[in-house]
């Protein structure tokens, strides 16, 4: 379950950081199992219909894979449809959810039989209105990344899948940029979508920051996706601007540490606090000895710890009272003690 009051849903997009290799695939999603991702997410593309054989590659490309072209290097990335059947099985078996992001039809297709509970839309796919309108009509839960877009953008593209019958929808706000700068991030806009949309709202995280996902959740983040590798080292266009195991791992943690510390918004005294009132708190104590059927004067009180007796705001209150028994100096005075 995804939305308000349930958990953070924890994606470690492993995206093309298994660098075509079925084998370092199956590792990704260990490692993510074991940093506590709830769910693993790759990527189902053929480099044929993704992009033309002359497509540049993006400056960060370029500078984690050298020359050459988009084609080239998606080439070079692709897994087999029995190899993603093999993982969609490999993660089932090892107890994390098994997500991908497809860029045409015939990849939502293929997705579709690998049995996802929901599909996710990178954000490149933002306005490719045919690939919305066919994932809507799966009729599963979409998570919709809104990386480069405005909220005119999103507004169209809500309303299309809408109309096409889709129903649970997750908006991720997203700066597309790898890594994305931290002054760039923008999280307030994470509650714009809510506000304007009405639906539960994440956080598709770019930076190379941990803090930022954590945050995210402090202010209502239902989803957060985070790019993964089993090292920065590796090969490969996206492996720099993901974070490893341990640093996962720690995101996570930090997580779950915010989502106990939020609480349910109501002002009031834990259970450990009513204990520690007791010591912290003052009372009103007889300063001097008061015999009993004294009328009780300012002077003759002082405000000390503990808190077990009247509280200091009801001294007003009792000058003026007679005392009902006697009262020894540094005694505390409780209700029983005045005459009222």
């Not at 497509?55 to 084609?71: E, H, I, L, R, S």
């Not at 897994?79 to 045409?104: C, D, H, P, Q």
């Not at 492996?239 to 720690?250: G, Q, T, V, Y």
């Not at 003759?300 to 100096?329: C, Q, S």
Request: proline residues 5%; aromatic residues 6%; glycine residues 8%.
């Amino acid at each position: 379950m995804v939305g308000e009051g349930k958990p953070c849903f924890i994606i470690a997009e492993a995206g093309i950081n298994h660098n075509g290799e079925l084998g370092l695939a199956k590792k990704v999603i260990d490692a993510a199992k074991r940093a506590g991702a709830d769910a693993v997410k790759f990527q189902v593309f053929s480099a044929e219909n993704l992009v033309t054989k002359k497509a540049p590659k993006a400056v960060y490309q370029k500078g984690t894979t050298g020359k050459g072209t988009q084609y080239e290097m998606f080439k070079e990335l692709e897994l087999s449809e029995s190899e993603f059947e093999t993982l969609a099985k490999y993660a089932k078996r090892k107890g994390i959810v098994f997500l991908a992001s497809a860029f045409n039809e015939e990849g939502v297709d293929l997705v579709e039989r690998l049995g996802v509970p929901a599909f996710k839309v990178p954000s490149g796919e933002i306005t490719n209105f045919p690939l919305l309108r066919h994932i809507a009509r799966k009729g599963k839960p979409i998570i919709l990344s809104t990386g480069m877009s405005t909220l005119g953008e999103v507004q169209e593209a809500l309303e299309m899948m809408r109309k096409e019958g889709a129903e649970e929808i997750v908006l991720l706000h997203c700066v597309s940029n790898y890594p994305a700068k931290i002054e760039e991030v923008n999280l307030r806009a994470m509650e714009t979508l809510r506000s304007a949309f009405g639906v539960p709202v994440g956080l598709s995280d770019h930076t190379v920051s941990i803090t930022i996902p954590i945050a995210a959740v402090a202010i209502g983040a239902s989803i957060v996706e985070k790019h993964f590798t089993l090292s920065k080292k590796f090969p490969g266009p996206d492996h720099k601007a993901s974070l490893e195991p341990d640093e996962f791992k720690r995101m996570v943690v930090g997580i779950r540490e915010v989502e106990r510390a939020l609480g349910d918004g109501v002002k009031r005294p834990t259970k450990s606090e009513e204990i520690m009132k007791k010591m912290m708190r003052k009372s009103i104590v007889a300063k001097t000895f008061i015999p009993k059927g004294a009328i009780i004067s300012k002077d003759m009180l002082e405000i000390k710890r503990p808190g077990t007796g009247l509280e200091p705001k009801y001294i007003d209150k009792i000058v003026g009272k007679k005392a009902r028994k006697d009262i020894e100096a540094d005694e505390i005075i409780t209700s029983e003690k005045i005459v009222w």
